[in-house]
């Protein structure tokens, strides 16, 4: 029942902190930092344990017949895809609470919603039963509205109510698939269905107009809008810019990864005729997102918006290597989502930082700050060579691999490879740019007297760069795990 726990943990923390008195509603970031440290000394632990014997197949399952007139289940799991995105959620959920020491402002709710947001995000990356996976999915969007709405910018209300509409305008066509999946199968287990799928008449046949083509469509808008792909990515620098720091370290960091698991888990396993149908399709909308978030992040005069666009063209690299088909492309995909949650989280959690002391976001108004912060711009510079994919440091990987797997794919023309790798020349040019501006150069006057990164902020980017370093150094790390799955992905298309 380990896998329980990990996922009620945060339910007794938002319970806790919904029943603290008023008078000692502060003792509500105890309870979250409590709760979600827990959560994550549980996964981590299973993953040095997996690292160990081995992550082939599902493990930690637990089946419990929950709704057994329609055949519903509560099963849950793990393996190699899923665990290291459990482990990144839990970390990041700790790390959120961590950064959010001096909310004043409703705290009780605030960190309530925060554990609520972990359980969703827990629960998503665990589901084994097509239901319990769109009830996480759905309970994940109401903390977030409640976290952007009440805690954002200027723009919050309009930020929240965008995030929630495109996100729930998605779900409704993933919940269209599956409900159409079980009329043809009578089953909603993952873990059953691809055989049920191979065995029903109905479901065989491949290319444009097939059931198989319509059903992978509708997932896909149900997960691009979560990924996102361009152009259904319009939300993302809304969301991101009104959010609270937690928020946008949360959003960027493990929420998109959301959209990619759900292609890997769902989309391409259960349904590959369907898939390679749209292959060519994801592959174009992909280099689209990398080269098109990669430019418009040029035009960015807020460091938040830099950073959220980046985002998009990031992403596109995870499709890309979903769309290739391969191993290696596979084995990108999923390297790419580790690394982009820890240098974006990075990011985000130092825009925070610079953010409280001089209440501006505006790059003009943030020249010189290796003067005043030394510390902070020398992490900050760190974490913008990782995200432009410096060898030695985790975002290489992803890169890479998404190279070779789309060259080698018989399914992508070689010119996406290409104008993919432009991409990667955009976005060092685009993160050198914003160091220039924002690290060197005379301290502007938002600037000048700040104070230097403390104690506790070091604490919520060491993690991160640690586990950035760790991975760069030694692929195996994550590819042990990722490439058991990724072979089987491939077995699975093959045949």
């Known amino acids: ?29 105890w309870v979250a930092l409590l709760v979600t440290g827990a959560d994550f000394v549980l996964a981590a632990w299973q993953l040095v344990q997996r690292g160990i014997t081995g992550t082939t197949g599902m493990q930690l399952e637990t089946s419990l017949s929950w709704i057994p007139q329609l ?12 665990l290291p995105l459990l482990v990144l959620s839990t970390l990041l959920c700790f790390l959120a609470v961590l950064a959010s020491w001096k909310i004043t402002v409703k705290p009780r709710f605030y960190f309530a919603m925060l554990c609520l947001l972990s359980l969703g995000l827990n629960g998503v990356f665990t589901a084994l039963d097509l239901v319990l996976f769109y009830v996480f999915w759905e309970v994940v969007l109401v903390p977030m509205y409640f976290l952007i709405s009440q805690w954002g910018g200027e723009r919050r209300q309009y930020a ?8 729930f305008f ?3 066509f993933m ?33 444009i107009g097939s059931i198989q083509w319509w059903l992978f469509g509708a997932f896909f808008l149900g997960f691009a809008v979560k990924v996102p792909i361009w152009p259904l990515h319009t939300w993302l620098p809304d969301a991101h810019v009104e959010a ?27 349904l590959p005729q369907g898939f390679s149908g749209w292959q060519l399709i994801l592959g174009i909308l992909a280099v689209i997102s990398i080269v098109y978030g990669a430019v418009v992040a040029f035009a960015q005069k807020d460091v938040k918006k830099l950073v959220a666009y980046s985002s998009v063209s990031h992403m596109g690299f995870a499709m890309l290597g979903i769309a290739a088909g391969t191993a290696e492309g596979f084995n990108a995909a999923m390297a790419v989502n580790i690394s982009h949650g820890l240098c974006t989280g990075m990011l985000f959690l130092l825009v925070g930082m610079v953010y409280e002391r001089t209440h501006t976001r505006q790059i003009k108004d943030l020249s010189g700050i290796a003067a005043q912060m030394p510390v902070y711009a020398g992490i900050f510079c760190f974490a913008s060579f990782a995200s432009m994919g410096l060898p030695l440091l985790s975002g290489f990987v992803g890169e890479f691999l998404t ?25 060092g040019a685009y993160m050198l740019w914003l160091m220039q501006r924002m690290i060197f150069g005379n301290p502007t006057p938002a600037v000048e007297g700040q104070p230097d990164i403390t104690l506790r902020e070091i604490l919520c980017v060491v993690p991160l760069a640690a586990l950035v370093l760790v991975i760069g150094l030694s692929w195996n790390t994550l590819l042990q795990f990722t490439d058991p799955f990724a072979a089987a992905l491939v077995k699975i298309l093959g045949a």
């Open 175 to 207: 919940l269209v698939a599956i409900v159409a999946l079980y009329l043809y199968t009578g089953s909603f287990d993952l873990t059953q269905l691809r055989d049920l799928i191979a065995q029903t008449a109905a479901l065989k046949g491949a290319g």
């Open 71 to 82: 055949s519903v289940h509560y099963h849950i799991g793990v393996d190699g895809l899923s």
């Open 244 to 270: 609270p720091t937690a928020g946008s370290v949360l959003l960027a960091g493990i929420m998109l990864k959301m959209g990619t698991y759900g292609f890997l888990r769902i989309s391409v396993p259960l």
């Open 170 to 172: 998605g779900s409704v």
């Open 160 to 167: 929240s109510i965008k995030f929630f509409l495109y996100t």
């Open 1 to 29: 029942m380990l896998l329980t726990i990990i996922i009620a943990l945060p339910l007794l923390g938002v319970l806790i902190s919904a029943l603290l008195p008023h008078r000692a509603e502060s003792g509500a970031k």
């Open 403 to 427: 190279m070779v797997g789309s060259w080698k794919s018989p399914a992508l023309p070689g010119i996406i490879t290409v104008i993919a790798g432009l991409g990667i020349l955009c976005g």
